[in-house]
């Protein structure tokens, strides 16, 4: 158990010891540079780093013509015109619905078949209205 707890805090320890990167040429053994990293830097470089690839990408989708390649997404104009469409698609199927329940009942009336309809079969309860003057 206190071994976990000593390895958890080297690891966080070590966190900002500082170590040597150096670049060197393979031929001829020279030091071409050096940086001084410690792992907070590392991880900050990379941070960034996909930070600023991700911004980038996004701004790119957005602010350019790419934006019409991804799915669901048109121009106003086309989302317009899809909406008058769909409006006039639903008022046609509508009014075809009602032209054959129309077509359904007149031929129902000269067939002189009313099986198929339920009658209204209540009683209407009218009160009674007292005429007489006071």
């Given at each position: 158990?206190?071994?976990k707890?000593?390895?958890?805090?080297?690891?966080?320890?070590?966190?900002?010891?500082?170590?040597?990167?150096?670049?060197?040429?393979?031929?001829?053994?020279?030091?071409?540079?050096?940086?001084?990293?410690?792992?907070?830097?590392?991880?900050?470089?990379?941070?960034?780093?996909?930070?600023?690839?991700?911004?980038?990408?996004?701004?790119?989708?957005v602010?350019?013509?790419?934006?019409?390649?991804?799915?669901?997404?048109?121009?106003?104009?086309?989302?317009?015109?899809?909406?008058?469409?769909?409006?006039?698609?639903?008022?046609?199927?509508?009014?075809?619905?009602?032209r054959?329940?129309?077509?359904?009942?007149?031929?129902?009336?000269?067939?002189?078949?009313?099986?198929?309809?339920?009658?209204?079969?209540?009683?209407?309860?009218?009160?009674?209205?007292?005429?007489?003057?006071?």
């Open positions: 158990m206190a071994n707890r000593d390895k958890k805090g080297r690891n966080v320890g070590r966190i900002g010891n500082r170590y040597r990167l150096v670049i060197m040429n393979d031929d001829t053994y020279e030091e071409v540079t050096s940086f001084k990293l410690s792992r907070m830097s590392v991880y900050i470089a990379l941070s960034t780093l996909f930070v600023l690839l991700v911004t980038i990408t996004v701004a790119t989708v602010f350019t013509p790419l934006r019409y390649y991804i799915p669901g997404y048109g121009d106003l104009k086309q989302r317009r015109e899809f909406i008058r469409l769909k409006m006039r698609t639903d008022s046609l199927e509508s009014a075809i619905n009602a054959d329940k129309y077509l359904d009942n007149i031929k129902q009336v000269i067939s002189g078949d009313f099986s198929a309809t339920k009658l209204d079969t209540t009683t209407i309860k009218v009160p009674k209205v007292d005429n007489s003057t006071y």
